[in-house]
C-alpha cells in the first residue's frame, strides 16, 4: 500500500484596510449630483432671468424703456411766446394766362410759320398741316350731307306741290258748279218749253249734283294737306339748317389743318419739326397773352383747410418784399401738398421772368400769445398726439400725451399737455413708437 499523501493548508487573517475606491452617492434634487451641461444650461437661464428682472425693474410695470445717448438727440424747452402764424412758400413765376393750341384731328406737319418767342395776332397761321384721310372723310361726309339735304328740299317742294294743286282742284270745282249752275238753269226753261230732250237736262243735273258732293270732300282734303304742311314744314326747314351747319362744320375740318393763333400774344412754346406726324389732340403750341405774370406754390395738405382766396403774403424778388395775395386754391393733393396761385398787389415788377423762383411766406392769421415748441422731425411720427417729456434732472425722458393747435415750419402751438418752462425730445422718434420711457446715457 501507497503511504496517503497529506495536504495540510493554513490560512491567516488579512489585516484590516478601509476601503478608499468606494462612488459616494448623492441625492438627485443636491446640485452635486448634477452633470457639467446641466450646470452650464442652469447658470445662462439664471443670468437670463436676472437680467430681464433687473429690466423690469428699471422700466416698472408701464411699458418699455429705452436707452439713447444724450447727444443724439435734439432737447427743446416750452416756451410763452408770440406764435407766428406764418408759413413759407417757395413760388416760381409763370404767365398769368396761357393758351393751349392743341392738333383737332392730327396730320402731318408741312410748314412752321412762326418760331418759339414770336408775337402773333389772333387769327394769324402758325403752322399748316396736311391730312389725306381727313380729306377724303370730310368729301364722303360732303356728299351723304349733299343727299339729305337735296332730299329733305324735295320734301318741301312736293309740300308746296300738293298745296297748289288742291287749291287748283277746289278753284275748278268752284267754276264747274257756276258753269253747270247756269247750263241747268237754261236746260230747264228749254225742257218745259220742249225744246229739249228731258235726257240732256238730267245729264246736266246730274254733273251738277257730283260737283256738289265733291266740293266738301276737296276742300277737307286739303285742310288736311295745310295742316300736314304747316306741321312737317318747320321740321324739315329745321333739319336743313341742322344739315348746313353740319357741312359748315365739315368744311371747317379742312380749314383747321392751318393752325391759327387762338389770341394775340407771344408763343412760348413750339416744338415741331417739319414732317413729323401729331395725333389728334396733341400739344403743338402755346401762346401767352400780354395779361402780366403769377406766381404758383406748392402748400402742405396740413394747411388746406385754412389757406383761403385773398389771404395776404410776402414774397422776396431781388431784395425787395412785395405784397401778393391768394387768388386760387386748387384743392386737389398730389404728393402730399396742393397748389395755390397768387396775384401782385400793385403792378408785375419789371424784372420778372417766366420759370424764375422767388421765397416768401403766406400769413394764415394773426400774430397771438401761446404755448409754443419749436417745430421738429418728432411730429411726422406722433402727429402732435404725445411727445417725450424730460426729466427735471434730464437724465430720463417719459411719454406725454398732447394736443397741439397751429403749427408752421418752426412753431408748433401747444393746446395742452405740456407748460412754459418743460423740455421735451423733439428729433426723430423712429423706432419710438412704442417706447414710454428713454434713458439718457452719457
Keep these: 500500500m501507497g503511504a496517503a499523501r497529506l495536504e495540510v493548508t493554513c490560512s491567516r487573517p488579512e489585516p484590516n484596510i478601509p476601503q478608499m475606491d468606494r462612488p459616494i452617492q448623492y ?9 457639467p451641461g446641466v450646470k452650464a444650461a442652469i447658470g445662462i437661464g439664471t443670468a437670463i432671468t436676472v437680467a430681464l428682472l433687473a429690466a423690469w425693474l428699471i422700466a416698472g410695470t408701464g411699458g ?7 447727444e443724439q438727440v435734439s432737447i427743446a424747452s416750452v416756451e410763452r411766446s408770440v406764435f407766428h ?3 413759407p412758400l417757395h413760388t416760381t413765376v409763370v404767365p398769368r394766362e396761357t393758351v393751349y393750341v392743341d392738333a383737332v384731328d392730327g396730320g402731318r406737319v408741312d410748314r412752321l410759320l412762326v418760331e418759339a418767342g414770336d408775337i ?8 399748316e398741316i396736311s391730312n389725306a384721310n381727313l380729306a377724303l372723310q370730310v368729301i364722303q361726309q360732303e356728299s351723304q350731307l349733299n343727299q339729305a339735304i337735296s332730299q329733305l328740299q324735295q320734301n318741301e317742294i312736293a309740300l308746296e306741290q300738293n298745296d297748289l294743286s288742291n287749291a287748283r282742284a277746289l278753284a275748278e270745282i268752284e267754276y264747274n258748279l257756276v258753269r253747270l249752275e247756269r247750263a241747268a238753269a237754261r236746260r230747264a226753261r228749254l225742257s218745259i218749253k220742249g225744246a229739249i230732250a228731258d235726257e240732256q237736262r238730267d245729264e246736266i243735273t246730274d254733273e251738277l249734283t257730283y260737283y256738289r258732293d265733291l266740293r266738301p270732300i276737296q276742300a277737307e282734303s286739303g285742310r288736311r294737306q295745310a295742316s300736314m304742311r304747316e306741321r312737317l314744314l318747320p321740321d324739315i326747314r329745321h333739319q336743313l339748317n341742322n344739315l348746313r351747319s353740319n357741312l359748315a362744320v365739315v368744311h371747317d375740318r379742312l380749314d383747321s389743318l392751318v393752325i391759327r393763333a387762338p389770341v394775340s400774344g407771344k408763343v412760348t412754346s413750339l416744338d415741331l419739326q417739319v414732317g413729323e406726324n401729331r395725333g389728334p389732340g396733341e400739344r403743338l403750341a402755346e401762346v401767352t397773352p400780354d395779361a402780366g405774370m403769377k406766381l404758383i406754390a406748392n402748400v402742405d395738405q396740413f394747411h388746406l383747410a385754412r389757406v383761403r382766396v385773398g389771404q395776404p403774403a410776402t414774397v422776396n424778388i431781388n431784395g425787395n418784399p412785395i ?8 384743392p386737389q393733393v398730389r404728393n402730399g401738398t396742393f397748389q395755390i396761385d397768387l396775384d401782385f398787389d400793385a403792378a408785375n415788377p419789371s424784372t420778372l421772368v417766366a420759370g424764375a423762383t422767388a421765397e416768401g ?35 430720463a425722458a ?10 408752421t415750419t418752426e412753431q408748433i402751438e401747444i393746446l395742452s399737455g405740456l407748460s412754459a418752462g418743460d423740455r421735451v425730445i423733439t428729433s426723430d422718434y423712429t423706432s419710438l413708437d412704442r417706447v414710454d420711457h428713454i434713458v439718457l446715457t452719457n
Design 27 to 35: 441625492p438627485v434634487w443636491s446640485p452635486l449630483s448634477w452633470r
Design 64 to 70: 418699455r424703456t429705452f436707452r439713447i445717448p444724450a
Design 85 to 87: 402764424d406764418l408759413i
Design 120 to 127: 402773333v395776332e389772333e387769327g394769324q397761321p402758325m403752322i
Design 323 to 330: 405784397d401778393v395775395s391768394v387768388r386760387r386754391v386748387l
Design 361 to 395: 411766406r403766406l400769413r394764415l392769421g394773426e400774430d397771438t400769445p401761446a404755448t409754443v415748441i419749436p417745430n421738429g422731425p418728432f411730429l411726422e411720427r406722433t402727429s402732435g398726439a404725445w411727445i417725450f417729456l424730460v426729466t427735471p434732472d434730464g437724465s
Design 398 to 407: 417719459e411719454r406725454r400725451e398732447i394736443r397741439i393747435g397751429r403749427r
